[in-house]
């Protein structure tokens, strides 16, 4: 297995130093917080799954072990946070009433945002565990073997949990009359 090109900075960190751990935050931060607002869609608590995940990280970096890529050992953290906290969560009710509804000529753009609202929608309708997958394959673009790392499940599991994913949304999608089958 390639050394983790974090394993350095990992073990600085351990070592006392603030400008290591500093320089891991800076790497993911912003993945980390898009990864947790695409399964919450709430921009706070994205923020507060961010900030709880390298908490979390930086306190338990002993844990850590370089033979991992200290990346997917970070989006665990994340994504399991994201997840318990969407699962505490009441579902939401996802409105579409403040968009157009038909687009012609310059309206084109509204929408494409109607069909990504639509979108959003039923993934929000999804449960939670659902939902990361899905956001973790085909909005963060993962392949099945990271995903299957950042999970700490084998990759058919992986498969077949995705597989359940898309057909339910598919299914929140039909239902909505959102597309057709």
């Known amino acids: 297995m390639k050394q983790d090109p974090d394993a350095a900075l990992v073990l600085a960190s351990r070592a006392g130093d603030r400008h290591a751990f500093e320089q891991l935050l800076a790497r993911y931060e912003r ?65 579409l009433d403040t968009l157009p509804d038909h687009a ?27 939902r990361a997958l899905v956001v973790l394959k085909h909005v963060q673009d993962f392949s099945y073997e990271q995903i299957a790392e950042i999970l700490d499940c084998p990759v058919k599991t992986v498969k077949s949990r995705l597989f359940s994913a898309r057909r339910a949304l598919r299914d929140r999608l039909l239902e909505r009359g959102w597309v057709q089958a």
Not at 43 to 67: G, I, M, S
Not at 105 to 118: E, V
Request: glycine content about 6%.
């Open 104 to 130: 012609d000529g310059p309206d084109a753009q509204a929408d494409g945002d109607r069909s990504d609202a639509r979108l959003q929608g039923a993934l929000m309708a999804l449960d939670v565990d659902q």
């Open 31 to 95: 993945q980390v917080f898009n990864a947790a607002y695409r399964i919450l869609h709430h921009r706070d608590d994205a923020a507060d799954v961010t900030q709880t995940a390298f908490l979390r990280a930086y306190e338990h970096l002993d844990r850590y072990d370089p033979a991992q890529r200290f990346f997917s050992w970070l989006y665990r953290i994340a994504i399991n946070e994201a997840m318990d906290l969407g699962g505490r969560r009441a579902p939401t009710q996802f409105e």
